[in-house]
């Protein structure tokens, strides 16, 4: 069980895998897993300290979610941070795989925090094997598309990302935050039926009607996070920064929407925070906090 998993600080409220087999109680499980693994990342390095600084901003919140007038009760427990192979994605992968593999089999849902973009095809490969994808939608945050075919000449990478994902053929992709894309890519998902996207722009300009849209998502959904969908104001620590993007407040309630949504998994990506107390981190570390107090 767990065999690519070391122990480093914990998610806050969050017990530890020493812990397992865990108490059976009224509350769902949740497993937060770090990989710290920047091996495709193109512009700014560092988001393999992401899991680290946003364990660590996870202390400035007290149980009680004064938002929605509610504590946070779910269980959740900390994995540790996978044993990554730097610079080597596919050895990656197949650790990362496998171990959600074992997070799965323990009926606990796994939010990943990373890393760089290209793990979810990972996490969602993993998921495949447990689920028929063709129930799933896949809810992407990100200021890019991530829809290339390939990147550099690589076809694994945090820009092709969404493409892999495609190609394992999920009931639909919706994208919120969109605001950078190659040419190509723009016109692959535009022309793909499978593929719904939301500009920044039109968040800022009618965020109701995609909250509407996404409280008609029915079955499976998995959500994926890359923090620079937020605008550098508010994330300056990431590995492609993008202006014009969302504020913590939209953040929020994209969040809370999902209320009442049977979510299978999530991952929060990108954050290159290096130091204590960095906006980018907290605000990853937020969003978490917010997602497991509606449970």
Wanted: glycine content about 6%.
């Amino acid at each position: 069980m767990l065999l690519y998993t070391e122990n480093v600080l914990k998610f806050a409220f969050s017990k530890e895998t020493t812990d397992y087999p865990f108490e059976s109680s009224d509350f769902q499980k949740f497993g937060i897993l770090g990989v710290p693994f920047d091996g495709t990342t193109s512009y700014i390095p560092g988001a393999r300290f992401g899991p680290r600084t946003v364990r660590e901003a996870s202390y400035n919140f007290e149980r009680y979610n004064l938002k929605i007038n509610k504590n946070l009760d779910a269980e959740i427990i900390d994995m540790g941070d996978l044993e990554v192979v730097h610079g080597n994605f596919k050895k990656t992968c197949s650790k990362l795989k496998n171990t959600v593999d074992d997070i799965l089999n323990m009926e606990i849902i796994p939010i990943i925090i990373g890393g760089d973009h290209s793990i979810s095809y990972c996490i969602l490969k993993a998921i495949s094997e447990k689920i028929d994808l063709k129930n799933l939608t896949v809810i992407h945050f990100d200021a890019h598309m991530d829809m290339r075919e390939e990147y550099l000449g690589e076809k694994y990478s945090h820009a092709t990302v969404m493409h892999r994902i495609i190609d394992l053929e999920p009931k639909e992709i919706i994208q919120i935050g969109i605001r950078s894309a190659d040419e190509e890519e723009f016109n692959f998902a535009k022309e793909n039926l499978k593929i719904k996207t939301f500009s920044a722009e039109h968040v800022h300009d009618d965020q109701e009607s995609i909250l509407k849209y996404l409280e008609n998502v029915e079955g499976q959904i998995f959500i994926s996070l890359d923090i620079d969908v937020l605008d550098p104001a508010y994330a300056p620590s990431v590995g492609t920064p993008c202006s014009c993007g969302l504020d913590p407040k939209q953040m929020e309630k994209f969040i809370m929407s999902f209320k009442g949504k049977n979510v299978v998994g999530m991952d929060i990506l990108e954050v290159s925070s290096t130091e204590i107390g960095d906006i980018t981190a907290l605000n990853a570390a937020k969003i978490i906090y917010d997602f497991l107090c509606l449970q």
